[in-house]
């Protein structure tokens, strides 16, 4: 028996990798894989060998202070730029692009490294045009569940997404200021269900032991969030996987008897190849083979940021142990919003708050202390995603060889945001929370991460499409096995899905 290749060591990588090695299947899994300079790692491993409360202070200010001085949505763990750190010989990695914020991970997990570890299957009514159903998925859900552990309790929220029922209710502590805002709402359920409201508490792939450190944001020290590395080594010990790092695939071709995989001036031979690389590498590489006048389109999910004041008592904020991850999931489905469901998530105190207020506030920042303090300990922040059919389109083409980017606008945007920020204001007022609507901030173009579709599936697919295994219109032993082969974003937790739909896939290929 010949080989199955998959590029890519991120979710979608690991999630094909364990179905395959499931089936008895021999795997190579190719991959940059940068990892963690050795200072970063020390500091991991010194913060992740003690409790909190023993945290030298020094230590603590190294991991955090990077996030906290850019004001940035970007990660970096334990002061790392692995994350996003380009390969050194690849050009077309290098420049920032202008359109878009969206960047390809090289490091060996991906993305995973630093996510927000949030989870939900896709709704049945957001699938319209997929050539499967969620109940397609629903076997797969629960592999990846079981893969990658899932902090979760039974709530309202089962009744929207039935597609992966909780075996085994293990939620994350919610914080003061979470459980506060829950018990009013839990007690305004008819005035949220004439918004179209519900609400539950959020569902994220943490692994038991949460110490509340607070350091979510920043990585954690214990390593309790999902990171699908540590998979790829799982896999490596007990079944067997191999796995080469150091690898930047540039090309590939399909014969009668296999596939070949190109790095360099190295070739890999197999039955079967797994494209996992995400979204733009995907993009590169399939336009490659495509000819030099093809394109595609990428959709995102556009997101927008609606912070709110509480009114009520809940402590300091500061001082309580909690998580920093998303507290609880409020779905808005509503048809005067948009045809599809509006996924939101809330975040309760981080210490990110009061620094990017400061940095609003500029000059006055000073003498706006104490005001800057006590508005960051009552701040939540609730984060919102839209549907792709309602959100802006990236325009992919090639450039040389490098990938070339344009902005598509959808008219109906910004009008679908206004729409769910007004139903968003009137829930936070229905919990005893000040919508500060002014300072609503749309995320840029890409910037979500959830981002897909440039080669969809279809039932019968044609040039720059994909079938129902992810296999590209003209070949047999290809299949993408990441977002790109989304026929749409709907607005809920994407990883999820790209993990259930790849282990689908690799488990029927």
């Known amino acids: 028996m010949g080989q199955d290749i998959i590029i890519g060591s991120g979710p979608s990588g690991v999630a094909t990798a364990s179905s395959l090695l499931d089936r008895g299947r021999d795997v190579l899994m190719l991959d940059v894989g940068h990892r963690m300079e050795k200072p970063s790692e ?10 909190p409360d023993n945290w030298a202070i020094a230590d603590r200010e190294a991991a955090t202070t990077m996030r906290r001085s850019e004001r940035s949505d970007t990660m ?8 996003f750190r380009a390969p050194d010989h690849e050009s077309s990695w290098h420049d920032a692009s202008s359109v878009h914020a969206l960047r390809p991970s090289f490091a060996k997990g991906g993305l995973s490294n630093g996510w927000g570890a949030s989870v939900l299957p896709y709704r049945q009514s957001d699938m319209d045009g997929w050539p499967l159903t969620a109940d397609d998925l629903k076997p797969h859900y629960h592999a990846t569940a079981l893969l990658a552990g899932i902090a979760a309790r039974r709530d309202a929220l089962a009744d929207f997404f039935p597609a ?30 004439r918004l179209g409201v519900s609400i539950g508490a959020s569902r994220q792939a943490v692994a038991d032991g949460c110490r509340q450190c607070a350091m979510c944001l920043y990585g954690c020290p214990y390593g309790l969030i999902f990171q ?31 596939v070949r995989v190109f790095s360099g001036d190295k070739v890999f031979e197999g039955d079967r190849l797994f494209i996992a690389t995400g979204v733009l590498p995907t993009a590169l590489l399939m336009l490659k083979t495509m000819g030099t006048n093809a394109s595609l389109v990428l959709k995102d999910s556009q997101h927008f940021y609606l912070p709110m004041l509480h009114g009520w008592r809940a402590g300091d904020p500061a001082r309580e142990p909690h998580h920093t991850l998303a507290q609880q999931f409020w779905e808005i489905i509503n048809p005067d919003v948009d045809a599809h469901s509006v996924h939101v998530q809330l975040y ?4 990110t708050y009061a620094a990017d207020m400061r940095g609003r506030f500029g000059a006055l920042a000073r003498p706006m202390k104490p005001a800057i303090e006590w508005m960051s300990r ?6 919102a995603f839209l549907h792709s059919d309602v959100s802006p389109s990236i325009g992919l083409a090639m450039n040389g060889d490098a990938l070339a980017f344009r902005a598509i606008a959808n008219p109906m945007t910004s009008a679908v945001v206004g729409r769910a920020a007004r139903i968003l204001a009137r829930a936070a007022r229905i919990g005893g929370m000040l919508p500060l609507t002014p300072l ?37 032993r290809v299949h ?27 488990s029927n290929a």
Not at 76 to 83: K, V
């Open 228 to 258: 699908a590395g540590d998979v790829v080594d799982r896999l490596v010990a007990e079944q067997g996987l191999d796995y080469q790092a150091g690898i930047y695939v540039t090309g590939f071709e399909e014969s009668a008897g296999g």
């Open 164 to 193: 992966h029922a909780i075996d085994v209710e293990r939620p994350l502590p919610m914080s003061l200021q979470s459980r506060k805002l829950e018990d009013i709402l839990n007690r305004s359920r008819p005035a949220l269900d």
């Open 42 to 51: 020390d500091l991991r491993h010194r913060l992740g060998e003690c409790e």
């Open 348 to 351: 309760s105190h981080n210490d």
């Open 480 to 506: 993408i096995v990441d977002a790109s082969i989304f026929p749409s974003i709907p607005a809920s937790t994407i990883t999820f899905t790209v993990m259930a739909n790849a282990h689908r896939i690799a």
């Open 378 to 383: 009552r701040l939540i922040v609730a984060q």
């Open 76 to 83: 970096h763990p334990f002061g790392s730029d692995f994350l």
């Open 440 to 476: 609503l901030r749309k995320g840029t173009l890409g910037s979500s991460f959830h981002c897909g579709g440039s080669l969809p599936m279809r039932a019968s697919p044609e040039i720059g499409e994909t079938d129902i295994l992810g296999t590209p219109h003209g070949m047999r």
